[in-house]
């Protein structure tokens, strides 16, 4: 696997300046447009909104450094020519302040689609919130395909591969962590990092180098970390958590709430 790459720095929060008007003034350029320059001209990433284009992520799309998952991958696409089943990279905007930790691909969700939380009902409740809280463009994720725009937001799981039962085993978990790892070494704009489930929880302290023993997972806790950025918590939003009603559609909205006052402050 590859190592991360030193981006520069997310342009400030907020709208940009307007541009002077004034008579024999030159129009100054938005901030926007000049980010779009300097990626024109690769100086800048490019303001993707699909997969996440970090370095680690080349070497991703082929990885098969999990031997269980790799085979359990030939088995289900062997049953199911039609599915993705490769690794999942991240979705969303490549400059996101938020980024949020799901555990692994479902079966016939992100490993169907190729979308993290694609497909299946565990989902649902997550766009529909994105879409609620700003961050999406769209309250639904049908497709790979279909033209949903992630802003300042993006999807990423502690585990890239469809694993058996939902359950991937601790040294895969370790393995695959050097992705997570990556991803967050190479957005040094992350601000505000959301772990769905106790398995992410503990792969972004892992990533970060971080002892488990210091902070506890629990719905909606705030944990603030030694690089300045915020983890947030929240039980995933999975069909049984919902269904046992562990998770409800205004709890969820209430850690979203959260997330918004760290990203605003
Ligand atoms: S789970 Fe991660 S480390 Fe393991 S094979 Fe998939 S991409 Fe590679």
């Known amino acids: 696997m590859s190592g991360g790459t030193d981006w520069p720095k997310r342009r400030k929060k907020g709208p940009p300046s ?54 359990f991958l030939v088995q289900v696409k062997s ?24 555990l692994a691909p479902g079966m016939h969700g992100a490993n169907r689609t190729g979308r993290p939380f694609t497909g299946d009902y565990a989902g649902i409740l997550l766009y529909d919130t994105l879409h609620r809280f700003g961050f999406g463009s769209a ?8 033209g949903l725009i992630l802003t300042d937001c993006r999807i990423t799981n502690a ?42 929880h503990k ?7 971080l002892k488990q023993s210091a902070r506890t997972f629990g719905h909606g806790a705030r944990h603030e970390l030694p690089d300045g950025r ?7 939003c999975s069909r049984y958590n919902t269904n046992t009603g562990r998770l409800t559609e205004a709890s969820f909205h209430d850690v979203f709430r959260l997330v918004r006052v760290e990203l605003d402050a």
Not at 43 to 60: C, D, E, K, W, Y
Not at 82 to 101: E, M, N, Q, S, T
Not at 165 to 177: D, G, H, L, Q, S
């Open 230 to 236: 915020v983890l947030i918590d929240s039980y995933h």
């Open 139 to 146: 309250p639904v994720s049908l497709a790979a395909d279909d």
């Open 79 to 102: 049953g199911n020519p039609g599915y993705h089943c490769k690794p999942v990279v991240p979705f969303g905007d490549d400059r996101a302040r938020l980024l949020i930790v799901g």
């Open 18 to 71: 307007p541009p002077s008007t004034g008579s024999g003034q030159a129009k100054l350029p938005l901030a926007g447009e000049v980010i779009d320059l300097l990626a024109a001209l690769e100086l800048f990433p490019s303001r993707s909104n699909g997969v996440f284009h970090g370095n680690a992520m080349s070497s991703l799309l082929t990885c098969t450094d999990c031997p269980r998952l790799a085979d």
């Open 159 to 200: 585990v890239k591969c469809l694993p058996p039962e939902n359950k991937p085993e601790p040294a895969e978990i370790r393995t695959c962590n050097t992705y997570l790892a990556d991803e967050l070494r190479a957005s040094p704009q992350v601000k505000v990092i959301l772990a769905l489930g106790l398995v992410a």
């Open 203 to 209: 792969a972004v302290l892992m990533a970060l180098g």
